[in-house]
């Protein structure tokens, strides 16, 4: 552009000398001058306008950048923040975990029976959920569970004897076994007649226990009691809950389903003559088991706050070479101005 501005000063310098100078001499020294005066009058007024425009817009670019990149400084700082918070709430609040494990055989429980006035009339081990008819009910009949009497004093009280019948529970959850026992409660002074019992983990434990009583009196305190009616043959199904405590501990307790279903007694009895029917059975082969788990990994926020760090420090560093940047072009223009300013002069 500057090499058509001169050609085209330098055509019209010829015409317009004889236009202003008519007659008139003008040496090379003051035919330099001339022409030189009016060509800085021209690049002065297209080619500084023009880069000076280009440099604006740089600027303003550059402003534009450096903003977006403030903002997104802000918003990782804003994600430090909530990725520290998140942390701190998931130690606070672990979130419960449930797991099942299947098998073939349980431990076999202890069921506990406080039957007061009541008479165990026969206790026997069925499979796949069958039971024969009943032969003389309210006779004695065979006992083939393993069962152990035990005195204790009361927990609560201190003072109170207790007098328990701990029978061993199912163990072949594939075979469906069952124990079923039948009692006998011949005359009682009470409005309602039932028997309570509890459930424990491992009927082997208590056997192999040196301190029966003191066995019995732990899991009174820590497993809840149920009842059974007379008149009804109680079906109960139970399932096992395993907890694991924060400290490393496991507790064990029993959920029960029950079905009643009424006896249908066709002997003739005083009316004070109940028995009691109590069929008990494991629901399902699974063991559940519960513990409060932390879902935060200190590792996956490590990294995320790496990342997060690093992005921060490359959009600082940006802005800082932007800022440089825009300071350098600033002075360059500067510089240029005063360059064409000292040639007009």
């Not at 990149?69 to 975990?97: C, G």
């Not at 055989?105 to 506990?112: E, F, H, K, T, V």
């Not at 809840?224 to 496991?250: A, I, N």
């Not at 007694?265 to 009316?271: E, G, N, S």
Request: net charge positive; glycine share 4%; proline share 4%.
């Amino acid at each position: 552009m500057h090499v058509l501005s001169v050609l085209r000063i330098t055509s019209d310098w010829e015409r317009e000398k004889e236009l202003f100078f008519p007659g008139r001499k003008i040496d090379h020294q003051q035919t330099s001058f001339l022409m030189n005066f009016e060509l800085y009058s021209e690049l002065g007024t297209t080619a500084p306008s023009l880069r000076f425009s280009k440099t604006c817009l740089k600027n303003v670019f550059s402003v534009i950048l450096l903003f977006i990149y403030l903002l997104l400084m802000a918003v990782a700082v804003f994600l430090v923040y909530q990725t520290i918070s998140d942390f701190r709430e998931k130690l606070k609040h672990p979130v419960m975990s449930v797991s099942y494990k299947e098998v073939s055989l349980y431990d076999a429980p202890g069921i506990a029976f406080y039957p007061g006035k009541a008479r165990l009339l026969s206790c026997k081990h069925h499979y796949y959920d069958h039971i024969p008819p009943l032969i003389n009910p309210g006779q004695p009949g065979a006992i083939e569970c393993t069962t152990q009497r035990i005195n204790y004093t009361d927990p609560f009280t201190n003072q109170t004897m207790k007098y328990a019948l701990v029978v061993q529970g199912p163990r072949d959850v594939k075979k469906k076994e069952l124990v079923f026992l039948q009692f006998h409660l011949n005359g009682t002074d009470q409005d309602f007649s039932a028997i309570d019992y509890l459930l424990f983990s491992s009927f082997q434990e208590f056997i192999n226990s040196p301190e029966k009583a003191e066995f019995m009196k732990d899991c009174e305190s820590s497993y809840s009691s149920w009842k059974f009616s007379g008149g009804f043959r109680t079906w109960v199904k139970m399932s096992l809950v395993k907890t694991k405590e924060e400290d490393g501990s496991e507790t064990v307790e029993f959920k029960q389903e029950t079905s009643v279903v009424n006896y249908i007694d066709q002997r003739t009895k005083p009316r004070s003559d109940q028995l009691f029917f109590v069929v008990f059975e494991w629901k399902d082969p699974f063991i559940q088991t519960v513990q409060d788990i932390i879902t935060a990994n200190p590792w996956n926020m490590i990294a995320l706050l790496c990342g997060i760090f690093l992005a921060l420090f490359k959009a600082a560093d940006f802005a800082k070479l932007s800022v440089k940047w825009m300071i350098k072009i600033r002075k360059r223009h500067l510089k240029r101005s005063r360059q064409v300013m000292n040639h007009i002069n």
